[in-house]
């Protein structure tokens, strides 16, 4: 084969991010409509080039990820060969066509990640399980963020809402239709120095950790059981709950705790930061019937894009 082509799209974490890097549970949304794409080939010119990756990126205003997860990417695409046994040949060419703003918390490095194991192993004709693919991708998170949960790294390819906790992710049990709204506050926010912030903090005071995880994984297990239920008022309060635990924790901005009290005057049933915080996106649980209010909110509150993914259904989009 010349070409191989790979497909991911964006997340949003519902409950447990944080709280996930030690252990705990977190419950994952994936958002097909925001998608990147790979094509692999071979470079038609074999100069001496720094290596293997030759990078272009479309749809996207910024290159910010290009050069800080180059590093990571490039060592993907090695591990790949490794792995494979595919060594020699000229170099390889990767076009990443991505849709995903970059640091907000939309798992938009996981997903180029992704896409780009989907499409070498497409160019190879390699079939590769979930979990080798789940593997190649966090050899790339782990340079990209430090060390990776990993719930970035499946939600990513994930047709369904999920529940991920030490790797193992199952598909989360959804019995109501609502919907939630994704917003962007525009204002990118660094995961890595989030985690490495919260990781200090845990250092200088003793039982913190403790006292952020116990409370995370009991939010989390509530909000699974109310979604499973169809308890959109339980769910959407554990949200809020979410947000003042990660807003307590200095993870929320200005700008974020705007846009969530702007979706909950509108009606919104919780809305919380999602993500590494420090920037970033808010996400807001809406019935179908409120969303347009609630979007109307999150715009006038400063977000500069919105998108909405519902609850059920998802299948259909993947
Ligand atoms: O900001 P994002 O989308 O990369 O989410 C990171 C989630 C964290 O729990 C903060 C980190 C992790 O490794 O799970």
Redesign the pocket.
Known sequence: RSVGIGRAHA???LL??????YGAP?LALPIPQLAVTASAGWSSHTADGPGELSYTMTGTPSRALVTQASDGLHRLIAEFRRREGVTGGPHLEVLLDSAIPH????????ASSRAIVLALADLFGRELTEDAAFELVQTA?NMA????????ARAVGAAAPLLFQQGRTEALAVGWDGLFIVADSGTA?S?KE??QM?REGFGRHPGAQERFVGRATELTWTARQALAEGKPEELGARLTDYHDLMRAAGLSTNTIDTLVEGALWAGALGAKI????LG?CVIALARPERARQVTRQLHEAGAVQTWVVPLKGLDNHA
């Open positions: 997340k949003a974490i447990g991010e944080h709280a996930v890097v977190a640091g907000r918390g939309l798992g938009s490095s996981a998170e963020h430090g060390r990776a949960s990993g719930v970035d926010g995961t989030a985690v919260l999602t993500g590494g915080g970033g």
